[in-house]
């Protein structure tokens, strides 16, 4: 067995499933995949045993067996790729399923700006930040862009145990120099991206080609943001091509208070447009209530969209038209948005999305509804595009990094109701195709299901059975 933590050359064994396109998943049995000491994929073979893998193909690529780690998936179980979660507050985490009957600027203010604030102590930063990590991880999410605080040592700590827990990570520091609590603000403009240029400083010093952590510019939303500090985060990422995030139309109070912030500005998408903030390297969360001729800024603009059902239901927000944004070309992947989303799990993103696109159905056109392939996409692939690691992560292909997910289902023979083996919602009977096995782990399955994770070829989580 691989051991947890060190990374080094390795061949897995057995189904593969990941996604071809937006409409089609490929499903790759007895096959393998060989990741060198760097976590890169050199090779796939189809058809492909155990037997031939060490006699054949480690030879071929000048590898000793004794000197590679050697997992076989068992019948049944399959390789998937890592979720990414392309919008998720790590600071929230403690709140994850308290929200109540708010909508969300109260829920900013009862919940969220309170616990946001208490993170500058750094020894509930650090449990928080551990927890959240390590969970997410459990859940087989093996990418995140992550919202931390203001506070600038609690913002580097969450890098700090991202590299050293071994998760993919955007690490953005919150801007935010107006319209927030005394108790919780950037002091001013000027302060506010200088803080941020302390927290890229201090990335580029831990990981200097950004190769599993990087910065990512956080203007919050735009109510929170004076036009002086959005202009210079703008320049900012023009002077580091640095990603951004931020978050637009979830609400329609929400829209209405930019509207009256910013009565210059033809609309939401247009006042980020505006201070330079919308382009291709920019995630917008939510897109709930765009106007098409917000859609087609975005598009022309190439900026991205984190679609994130569980909190747009949560905190009603209401239902994002995924499948008119697809069809407009714009990139599109899923966030947790923990905690205005209650769970840490992209698999509930993925489940949720499936649903929310059935209730945009419901309003009147069938063809909103988004299968199984198409949301399983949204939470691997598109949302590798949405954080430009597309040619890295999001499925298998060699020169492309092994970030990874064993998932194994319960069978009914073996799932045990006193606790001995517990595998979860998911009783494969054995006559079920391997399209109704996926259809089966979307809709009831969990992180028992999440047998073992990898980041960059490194083991980062395994469940012990
Ligand atoms: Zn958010």
């Given at each position: 067995m691989a051991v947890k933590g060190i990374p080094g050359r390795a061949v897995y064994l057995?189904?593969?499933i990941h996604s071809k396109s937006l409409e089609e998943l490929e499903y790759l049995h007895n096959s393998a995949a060989f990741v060198d000491e760097k976590g890169a994929i050199v090779a796939i073979e189809l058809d492909c045993d155990q037997k031939k893998a060490e006699e054949v193909l480690l030879p071929k690529l000048g590898w000793k067996k004794g000197e590679v780690t050697v997992n076989v998936a068992k019948?049944?179980?399959?390789?998937f790729p890592g979720f990414i979660d392309t919008h998720i507050h790590?600071?929230?985490?403690?709140?994850?399923?308290?929200?109540?009957?708010?909508?969300l600027l109260d829920w900013l203010n009862t919940y969220t700006f309170p616990m946001e604030a208490s993170l500058s102590n750094l020894t509930k930063a650090n449990l928080v930040y551990s927890r959240v990590i390590q969970r997410t991880l459990s859940h087989g999410t093996t990418t995140a862009s992550y919202y931390a605080t203001i506070d600038v040592p609690a913002t580097n700590l969450l890098a700090d145990l991202c590299l050293s827990l071994g998760q993919r990570a955007f690490i953005g520091r919150c801007c935010m120099d107006t319209l927030s609590p005394d108790f919780y603000r950037d002091v001013s403009a000027a302060s506010s991206l200088a803080d941020t240029k302390a927290t890229i400083s201090h990335i580029a010093s831990i990981d200097p080609t950004y190769a599993l952590v990087s910065p990512i510019i956080t203007p919050r939303f735009a109510p929170s943001c004076s036009s002086e500090l959005m202009h210079s985060l703008g320049a900012l990422q023009k002077?580091?091509?640095l990603p951004i995030q931020t978050h637009i139309s979830e609400n329609k109070n929400e829209v209405k208070l930019v509207a009256e912030m910013f009565p210059d500005h033809a609309s939401y998408?247009?006042?980020?447009?505006?201070h330079g903030l919308l382009g291709p390297k920019t995630i917008l969360a939510h897109c709930?209530?765009?106007t098409e001729e917000e859609v087609d800024l975005i598009k022309l603009r190439e900026a991205k969209i984190s679609h994130c059902p569980a909190s747009n239901s949560a905190i009603?927000?209401?239902?994002?038209k995924v499948r008119w944004l697809l069809e407009k070309g714009i990139e599109i992947g899923l966030g947790t948005d923990m905690s205005g989303g209650y769970s840490p799990s992209i698999l509930e993103a993925v489940r949720q999305a499936s649903l929310v696109s059935r209730h945009v159905a419901m309003e009147g056109d069938e063809k909103t509804k988004l299968s199984m392939e198409e949301v399983l996409y949204l939470g691997t692939r598109g949302g590798a595009k949405v954080i430009g690691l597309e040619e890295k992560i999001g499925g298998f292909g060699v020169g492309m990094e092994w970030d990874a997910q064993l998932i194994g289902l319960g069978s009914v023979e073996e799932n045990d109701f006193n606790g001995q083996l517990d595998m979860?919602?998911?009783?494969?009977?054995?006559w079920e195709s391997w399209e109704e096995r996926v259809a089966k782990w979307i809709y009831n399955g969990d992180d028992r299901n999440t047998l073992s994770v990898w980041v960059k070829g490194r083991l980062v989580h395994e469940r012990k059975l």
């Open positions: 057995g189904t593969f019948p049944g179980q399959f390789y790590a600071s929230q985490y403690p709140n994850a399923g308290i929200f109540g009957k708010s909508t002077e580091t091509g998408t247009h006042v980020y447009d505006n709930v209530h765009l009603t927000s209401g239902t994002a979860g919602a998911v009783d494969i009977f054995g």
